[in-house]
């Protein structure tokens, strides 16, 4: 069965548009008339698409016509900086600027955890082990909260109380990488016994608030905390830290084959970089894309890490060829700044 490329794109125009990729058609726009759009994100069986705004997030049907959420998640009082799916699209998570990480229930739209980070949340990501999820701050902070435990388990400072911006991890939760407002970016080898635990199965400060969190309906995490035996936190091994850039890196992100990060750019360029798991040594520039004309925002690879993303200020999004370095479409229509991407491959 062929399959399709479709490209979601989402800003200050209020609106989400629905791209496809190769041909560069918007076939679909939906609008999200509470606020601007920080993020978006498909679940993992790319039929439904998170939109996370200021104060709320919503899910939309990708694949139908239906021009209203299928669901709306009410409790953040501020922008909402990150939002993704555990790796079976049971629940989802979110990171806000009103300083609080939180997971949902897809079904009911209800809160099952709210974690108090005391600072605005800029990133959020969740592990490969599926039960911590990693934050930043404006303060500086990186921390990771345990979901079966209900606690916060881990707290990093890099670099004093200098704003982290973006964190990008390795899709086997392997690296860690968090740029800041200075331009700095720190990467840590990440380790967990759980993880490699359930590889090998399947291959043969009180932290929350208010008391007990509620548990999602679909039992999940229910499930998750009954069949798992108590297990260490994350461990962070400093790898290597270098400057890609003088001011802000809007976005980092690795690539699907975890040789590469991108680093978005205030200055219009995208910035690539060699993945070393080896410490000490700078990583390596691997090439310079650009420019856009103003702020780069938003980035996503292609799954087979030969083509990238991206939005920007200068209201397009651009697909580009990695081998070449070159622009091989744009997607112009939005009226307004561009601020999230997401991609989805659909079987037609």
Not at 141 to 158: F, H, Q, S, V, Y
Not at 183 to 190: E, I, T
Not at 306 to 333: H, M, N, P
């Amino acid at each position: 069965m062929p399959k399709k490329v479709l490209l979601a794109t989402g800003g200050y125009d209020h609106t989400v548009r629905f791209w496809e990729a190769a041909s560069g058609i918007c076939y679909r726009t939906l609008q999200f008339a509470e606020s601007h759009i920080n993020r978006l994100t498909f679940s993992p069986d790319r039929e439904c698409l998170a939109v996370g705004g200021s104060q709320r997030i919503v899910l939309f049907d990708a694949v139908g016509n239906s021009p209203n959420p299928v669901v709306a998640f009410e409790g953040h009082r501020g922008n909402v900086m990150s939002v993704g799916y555990e790796s079976f699209g049971s629940w989802l998570y979110s990171g806000s600027e009103d300083g609080t990480v939180r997971t949902w229930d897809l079904r009911s739209g209800k809160q099952a955890h709210v974690f108090h980070n005391r600072a605005p949340v800029t990133a959020a990501v969740l592990h490969a082990n599926q039960r911590e999820i990693i934050s930043c701050d404006a303060a500086g902070n990186i921390r990771t909260w345990d979901l079966l435990a209900n606690r916060l388990n881990r707290e990093l400072k890099p670099q004093g109380d200098v704003s982290i911006c973006s964190a990008a991890l390795s899709s086997d939760g392997a690296l860690l990488a968090v740029c800041n407002h200075h331009g700095n970016c720190f990467v840590w080898g990440v380790g967990d016994k759980a993880l490699a635990a359930t590889a090998a199965d399947v291959s043969g400060d009180d932290a929350q608030e208010g008391g007990a969190p509620q548990t999602a309906s679909d039992g999940a995490l229910e499930h998750a905390a009954a069949s798992e035996p108590e297990q260490a936190p994350l461990d962070f091994q400093p790898l290597t830290t270098w400057q890609p850039h003088s001011r802000y890196v809007l976005r980092a992100v690795f690539s699907p084959n975890h040789k590469l990060l991108a680093t978005a750019l205030d200055s219009g360029f995208i910035r690539l970089w060699n993945v070393s798991r080896e410490g000490g040594e700078p990583w390596q520039q691997n090439r310079v894309l650009g420019r856009h004309q103003r702020w780069v925002w938003d980035l996503v690879f292609s799954d087979n890490s030969e083509f990238l993303f991206s939005c920007s200020s200068d209201k397009r999004a651009c697909l580009w060829e990695l081998s070449s370095g070159s622009v091989i479409r744009t997607y112009d229509a939005h009226k307004l700044a561009i601020t999230a991407v997401a991609l989805s491959v659909t079987s037609v």
